[in-house]
């Protein structure tokens, strides 16, 4: 069952929040990027009708906080 907008904006928001001190716990770029798609993943998951929006946010805040998506391993 998909979560509502709502659900999805404050998840979202939470995870924002949470990228900085992600960044600053997880020196290494392996292990940033499996901390933080085990938080975004979860978001993705239960996006539904939402999964576009869902990417674009989490797009937009790894990029504002200099994050390029093809940095992810693998």
Known sequence: MSANLNTLEAQLNALE???HLLMQAHSSSGDFWA???G???VI???AGAHQKLVAQRISAML???G???EDEPG
């Open 17 to 19: 929040t949470d990228l």
């Open 63 to 65: 990029t504002r906080n």
């Open 39 to 41: 938080l975004a993943d």
């Open 67 to 69: 994050i390029a998506c």
């Open 35 to 37: 901390a933080f798609a």
């Open 44 to 46: 993705e998951d239960n």
